[in-house]
């Protein structure tokens, strides 16, 4: 399932990208995220083929700054020309950065129709823009680039377009997790980076996105249930701190703690337990890549997230090791009758 921050392209971007489907005028087209939108920043028109165009991508983009590049082919269908995707974001990004271009890109896909999007290609960095380390990433069979392939493929796109459609609404049907807001995903950065270590988010239904409630560094073990609202569902993430005591399961453990308040309406229970493994599948994703350690589910109307409590759940049980480690009784002998 993919996992979207809700980042919408402008206006002048949705009219670029209406005019460029059907035109020669493009080969290639830079856009940006900012200020919470997908922009068009640079477009260049073509000076040679194809496979020579690739050439105009490495003055076009900047050695850390992360952006998205939609190359015109030189290959049409029925809907006009076909393009690639590039996702450009340098090593040296933020984990901001790689989290929010990762996840803003089924945006971009479904804002210019998957018709004429042919594929896809991720650099990171700016030797990998050039058009035989494209063809290297790519599988002889799905990149018709010369004459004979074009004709081929022709054939072959009749075949698929009308797949293309179902196989769309299939993935987003099936697709129930709501997209973390760029807000959230500051958090979550923050988080990951240990600038902060506790983080809480909330579900917004109206706008359906996980939005960020707030972010705190220096928070201690029993400063977290005063931080844990008590009227409605929350997700937070904690990480304890290392000095607290001995016999952590890890180094500062991180706890997943989904709150659930018994006043809460039925309609919000269902969204977070279903909106839950998806977010969870999110910060364990490469793009993120935080671990966590254990998670924990609470009803914060009855029970008191205290200090105790954050500790039992880090700490490893002396019964687990004991049980882990314990020497499997030996079978017994069955003893003969001396009188026999």
């Not at 210019?112 to 999007?117: D, I, K, S, V």
């Not at 400063?223 to 008590?230: K, N």
């Not at 909106?275 to 793009?287: N, P, R």
Request: some cysteine.
């Amino acid at each position: 399932m993919s996992h979207e921050t809700g980042i919408p392209p402008d206006d002048d971007l949705k009219a670029r990208i209406a005019d460029c489907k059907s035109s020669e005028n493009v080969r290639v087209m830079k856009i940006k995220i900012e200020n919470e939108q997908m922009i068009h920043q640079k477009s260049c028109g073509p000076v040679s083929d194809f496979s020579g165009d690739f050439s105009l991508l490495d003055s076009i983009v900047d050695d850390s700054s992360p952006c998205y590049l939609m190359l015109r082919t030189d290959i049409s269908n029925n809907y006009g020309f076909e393009w690639i995707l590039i996702t450009y974001v340098p090593v040296s990004s933020k984990t901001r950065e790689k989290m929010l271009y990762s996840s803003t890109k089924p945006a971009i896909k479904r804002e210019f129709g998957g018709n004429q999007l042919k594929t896809e290609y991720f650099a990171t960095e700016k030797s990998d823009l050039t058009y035989d380390s494209f063809v290297l990433s790519q599988d002889r069979s799905e990149k018709p680039f010369t004459e004979q392939e074009i004709e081929l493929a022709k054939v072959k796109e009749q075949e698929r377009q009308a797949m293309r459609g179902l196989g769309e609404k299939v993935k987003l049907s099936s697709n129930i997790s709501f997209p973390p807001t760029e807000a959230a995903c500051d958090a979550i950065s923050d988080f990951k980076s240990e600038t902060t270590n506790f983080a809480q988010f909330v579900i917004n239904g109206a706008d359906e996105v996980i939005d960020s409630v707030t972010s705190q560094s220096g928070v201690t073990l029993d400063g977290v249930d005063g931080l844990v609202p008590r009227d409605r569902a929350t997700y937070n993430l904690y990480r304890v701190p290392a000095s607290a005591a001995d016999g952590f399961i890890n180094d500062n453990p991180v706890i997943f703690l989904h709150g659930i308040s018994s006043s809460g309406s039925v309609k919000e229970k269902m969204l977070f337990s279903s909106c839950k493994s998806t977010f969870l599948q999110l910060l364990a994703s490469d793009v993120i890549g935080l671990a966590i350690d254990r998670k924990v589910e609470v009803d914060v109307n009855d029970d008191n997230i205290t200090q105790e409590f954050l500790l039992s759940e880090v700490k490893v049980k002396q019964a687990e090791i004991k049980k882990k480690f314990e020497k499997p009784k030996a079978p017994g002998r069955q003893r003969t009758n001396p009188r026999a």
